[in-house]
């Protein structure tokens, strides 16, 4: 889907007041010339949604594919200026596939939708939908294993069991005996005298990816996903094709998009790779990667914006990041994520009232990438992981407010009452709520491409560990963002960092304003600024 709006509407100015006094809060301020573009490209603020809990449109309390359609509106109405949007302009729906667990992350049939979830036809017009609204759709590609329930598993094991191992599904799978067992892996029995490889679960068993029949299998699931419209893929577990070597799964990965860009050149994929930031750079030769080192509650942005580490050093880790990953791939496009749905809530370590989650918001989705969001993340959802169950906590039913009844999966514990930052409905109408804070974060960002798509050029301020920023060039235009995450505002003399001169305020959202004279910028706390 082509993003071919240039889109040229004057930004309104948002105004909010405190009934108990005068200061301004949650406000974006622009001059009349701004401009927001949407840009045909890969940099987009990308949504991630756990389909069977977030919006259930027949009344049976599981989200579906229809759900979402439903909500579309919420998420993107077409504008990316109006405000009544969350303004988000991509989607990644986790695994839709045919799946006998709540979490389908064991596929039974890869071309197909869950019956839980909807049908094909559900799913084809939802990416037209989300097209007509400039929306790109990406789908969780779960390609290391399959389920037990899997077609080709059944037919493997009957093979095996009446010994015609000369069966094209017998290739399948890693199947070894006894003797052959490789340290450090899982097996389990299989049948006679073979176990097969699972390395997650007994009920997902790994397909062997060095098999040709595998590989042509992958090119007609990437062929039919393709030609349904979805933008590209998330892929699972990208560094347990080959468990334990990273050659072979770069190879492997490399095959992979090989064919990937000779179906869609303008395709787009992520990979999830959880590794420290030295071995996650290698697969950066392949596809976009999630940024780990910046996510949860020791992650860089947390600690930023809880103020335990200072800006300074955020801008610079960053900056450091980037160099990295781009001595792999000149042409890779970092994702900056605080949560996902392996992970605890970032509203359960950052503060909505103290406005630290609305900091976080500030400090990732206006850096260079494509930001990925949590659902539930933009209205301070809560949900850890406990004891009692895996992850079924970390992916709650989203809190509309309204008559969508969507319930929690299978296995979740934690309590209606721990929510405590409202929902959907009681957010929309507050202007000083989180939701509002993040729409109008993500206009900001739209406005000024530079911060997505731009090189940086960090400046490093001292006397404060809570003020910092950075510049940002693309096609020979500048701006500067800089983040206060104390509570107390903060005045730059900006002529002793940097030779640039500014000229005007792009925008500031947060829980105050900013100003600029000449060159000496005034930046109050707990906010974010946008200058060119």
């Not at 890693?174 to 097996?187: C, I, Q, R």
């Not at 299989?190 to 098999?211: I, R």
């Not at 990965?253 to 050149?265: E, H, Q």
């Not at 407010?401 to 934690?414: E, F, I, L, M």
């Amino acid at each position: 889907m082509k993003k071919k709006l240039y889109i040229i509407l004057f930004l309104v100015v948002f105004l909010v007041f405190l009934s108990s006094c005068t200061k301004k809060e949650y406000i974006i301020e622009v001059n009349d010339s701004l401009q927001a573009q949407m840009i045909e490209d890969n940099y987009s603020v990308y949504y991630e949604i756990f389909v069977g809990a977030f919006s259930d449109s027949d009344g049976d309390t599981i989200g579906d594919l229809q759900g979402i359609i439903n909500r579309l509106d919420y998420l993107n109405d077409g504008d990316p200026n109006s405000g009544k949007s969350l303004g988000i302009d991509g989607i990644w729906l986790m695994p839709v596939m045919r799946s006998p667990s709540y979490h389908k992350y064991d596929v039974i049939d890869y071309k197909s939708i869950d019956r839980d979830y909807g049908t094909l036809d559900d799913f084809e017009e939802l990416v037209d939908e989300a097209s007509q609204r400039n929306i790109d759709v990406i789908i969780d590609l779960v390609l290391n294993h399959t389920s037990i329930y899997n077609d080709w598993f059944i037919e493997a094991k009957n093979a095996v069991k009446t010994g015609d191992m000369q069966n094209q599904y017998v290739e399948y799978y890693t199947l070894v005996t006894d003797a052959e067992k490789e340290s450090g892996k899982t097996y389990y029995p299989f049948t006679g005298d073979y176990f097969y490889e699972a390395n997650f679960s007994s009920q997902m068993p790994e397909l062997n990816m060095d098999s040709e029949l595998v590989r042509a299998e992958i090119i007609d699931i990437l062929q039919f996903w393709l030609g349904l419209g979805v933008k590209g893929f998330r892929l699972d577990a990208t560094k347990y094709v080959y468990l334990n070597d990273t050659e072979k799964n770069i190879a492997f990965w490399n095959w992979f998009m090989d064919v990937v860009l000779a179906i869609n050149p303008d395709a787009y994929v992520i990979g999830e790779t959880w590794s420290a930031d030295t071995q996650l750079v290698p697969y950066y030769e392949n596809f976009s990667n999630f940024d780990f080192g910046m996510a949860q509650v020791q992650g860089a942005v947390a600690m930023t914006a809880n103020a335990a580490d200072s800006v300074n050093s955020y801008v610079n880790y960053m900056n450091y990041y980037r160099n990295l990953v781009t001595s792999s791939n000149s042409e890779a496009i970092l994702a900056p994520f605080i949560s996902n749905h392996d992970m605890n809530r970032a509203a359960g370590y950052l503060s909505v009232t103290d406005y630290r989650m609305q900091m976080a918001a500030n400090l990732y989705i206006l850096t260079y990438g494509s930001p990925f969001m949590y659902y539930g993340e933009e209205i301070g959802m809560k949900g850890s992981r406990s004891t009692e169950n895996t992850d079924a906590n970390r992916r709650l039913a989203m809190l509309w407010g309204d008559r969508d009844k969507v319930r929690d999966p299978a296995g979740a514990t934690y309590s209606s009452d721990k929510q405590t930052n409202g929902t959907v409905k009681e957010q929309l109408p507050d202007e000083n709520s989180l939701l509002n804070h993040y729409k109008q974060l993500i206009i900001l960002r739209n406005a000024n491409p530079e911060i997505a798509r731009g090189i940086y050029v960090p400046l490093n301020f001292e006397g404060s560990n809570y003020f910092g920023g950075f510049l940002s060039v693309y096609e020979s235009s500048t701006v500067g963002v800089f983040h206060n995450t104390s509570e107390t505002p903060i005045t730059i003399d900006l002529n002793l960092y940097t030779s640039y001169q500014f000229s005007n305020v792009r925008g500031f959202v947060g829980k105050g304003e900013s100003s600029l004279s000449n060159q000496t910028l005034t930046l109050d706390g707990l906010t974010s600024v946008v200058i060119k």
